[in-house]
C-alpha cells in the first residue's frame, strides 16, 4: 500500500488539497498520514499565557487534528494516520515521511500574487528544500481522475532515469496516457536518437507521445499546452540554481506552482 502525506494548517488551500488526496486515496486504496506542526501563536506569547493554559490549546489542536483524520476515514473509507509535532517544519516533515515510509507529500497552494512570485511560500519553498515527490494542489483543483499527465521536461539537458521510471509509474497507476512536451527557443528539431530513447524505453508500459513547441517563453508555452491538453497533472523536474543565477533564472517549477491551474507534481533527483 502507497502512502501519502498532507501537511495541513487548517487553511483553506490545505483543507482543499486534503480532499483532493483523499479522493484520490479512495480510489486507489492508498493511506492518508496528515502532518500538521503546532507553533505557538505570537498572540498567545504576548499575552502571557500561562504554561497549563498552552498545554491545553495544544492539547485542543491535536484532537481536532485527530478527529479530522478519523472524519476522512469515514468518508472515504480509507486508512489514515496523523502526525502532531512542535519544532522545526523541515525536521519534522522529514520525520514524518521516514516514519511512514511515505510515497508523496500533498501540499496546497494559495493563488498566484505578485508576493509569492518574488518570494514563494511554503509550497514552493519545500519544492526547492527537499528532494522528494510533492504534489502541489491549487485552491480550485477538484480530483476526478488523472487520465493525463503533461510532462513538461528539458529534452536537450537529458532526462535521468530515475525521473523516468516515477512518471512512468504515476501513469501507470492512474491509467494515465503521458504527453511528452517540450519547448525549444530555436526553431530546430530534436531527433529521435539517444535523448528520446531513454524516455521510450522508460515509459514503454504507458501510452505516450511527444510534443515540441518553439517559443522563447517557456512558461507560457506551458500554460497554453495545459489549457489545449485539458490535462489532469503537470509534472515537472525542479532543477537547483545557485544563489546568484537563481536571482535572474527563477525556478520555473516554483512559478508553474504558484500560478498553477492544475495539480503540480514535482519529482526533484
Given amino acids: 500500500m502507497k502512502t501519502i502525506i ?5 487553511s483553506a488551500e490545505a483543507d482543499n488539497a ?4 483523499a479522493a484520490a ?3 486507489k486504496g492508498y493511506k492518508l498520514v496528515l502532518y500538521n506542526l503546532y507553533k505557538t501563536s505570537i498572540h498567545a506569547m ?3 499565557i500561562s504554561g497549563s493554559e498552552l498545554d491545553q490549546i495544544f492539547e485542543w489542536r491535536r484532537n481536532k487534528h485527530k ?23 523541515y525536521e519534522e516533515l522529514l520525520n514524518c515521511i521516514q516514519l511512514h515510509q ?5 501540499m496546497g497552494m494559495a493563488e498566484k500574487s505578485l508576493e509569492q512570485d518574488l518570494l514563494g511560500n511554503t509550497t514552493t519553498e519545500v519544492i526547492q528544500r527537499l528532494k522528494f515527490p510533492i504534489l502541489s494542489v491549487p485552491l480550485n483543483a477538484k480530483y476526478n481522475g488523472i487520465k493525463h499527465i503533461l510532462f513538461a521536461c528539458d529534452i536537450s539537458r537529458g532526462v535521468h532515469r530515475l525521473i523516468l521510471d516515477r512518471v512512468r509509474d504515476f501513469a501507470a497507476d492512474f491509467g494515465a496516457t ?6 525549444r527557443q530555436k526553431a530546430e528539431e530534436i531527433s529521435r536518437d539517444q535523448e528520446l530513447s531513454l524516455v521510450d524505453v522508460s515509459l514503454t508500459e504507458v501510452e505516450h507521445y511527444y510534443k515540441q513547441v518553439h517559443s522563447s517563453e517557456i512558461i507560457k508555452a506551458i500554460e497554453l499546452e495545459i489549457a489545449a491538453s485539458k490535462t489532469e497533472l503537470l509534472v515537472m523536474v525542479p532543477y537547483r540554481h545557485g544563489f546568484w543565477h537563481s536571482l535572474l533564472h527563477k525556478s520555473k517549477t516554483r512559478v508553474m506552482a504558484s500560478g498553477n491551474s492544475v495539480p503540480l507534481l514535482s519529482l526533484p533527483l
Fill in 6 to 10: 498532507v501537511a495541513t494548517d487548517f
Fill in 18 to 21: 486534503m480532499t483532493y488526496a
Fill in 25 to 27: 486515496a479512495s480510489e
Fill in 46 to 48: 504576548n499575552a502571557r
Fill in 67 to 89: 478527529e479530522i483524520s478519523e472524519m476522512i476515514a469515514e468518508i472515504y473509507h480509507i486508512e489514515t494516520d496523523v502526525y502532531f509535532a512542535t519544532g522545526d517544519f
Fill in 102 to 106: 511515505a510515497d508523496l507529500l500533498v
Fill in 178 to 183: 503521458v504527453e511528452v512536451f517540450y519547448v
